[in-house]
């Protein structure tokens, strides 16, 4: 029915945000682990960059949180970038191997649009 309808997503400057903020909080745990191993191996211990990467992933996966629980979908109400245990919808787009709402995140940033995982609904931004 209202699948083909993209339309502007009402709190687009937040959505943009909240994904770059996963992006970040990617980032910087992938630092956090190759620089955990590369420590644990002995090739190269640098622990400010193994402290200071763990604590910036949290602060952005925190910020995640409280802005992924914050923007919801206006066409039914759910949060576009939180995947609960419940199946997708699904004209949800999805990729090999990578979570629903990581495909939002990465959709957002590259393409600038995304669909709702629960409805269906496409959004610019
Ligand atoms: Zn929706």
Same mark, same amino acid.
């Given at each position: 029915m209202c699948l083909?309808?993209?339309? *502007?997503y009402p709190r687009l400057l937040l959505?943009? /945000?909240?994904?770059w903020f996963v992006i970040a909080s990617w980032v910087f745990i992938i630092t956090f682990l190759v620089f955990l191993i590369l420590g644990l191996a002995n090739i190269l211990k640098n622990e400010f960059v193994l402290v200071n990467s763990i604590y910036l992933f949290m602060f952005f996966a925190f910020g995640h949180i409280i802005l992924g629980t914050? &923007?919801?979908? =206006?066409?039914?109400?759910k949060r576009p970038t939180v995947q609960g245990i419940k199946p997708?919808? =699904?004209s949800a787009d999805t990729k090999t191997g990578i979570n629903a709402w990581s495909v939002? /995140? &990465?959709?957002?940033?590259? *393409?600038?649009k995304f669909k709702c995982i629960h409805c269906g609904r496409k959004y610019h931004v």
């Open positions: 083909r309808i993209n339309q *502007k959505m943009k /945000i909240n994904a914050c &923007l919801k979908c =206006p066409n039914c109400v997708v919808h =699904p939002v /995140i &990465l959709n957002i940033v590259s *393409k600038g």
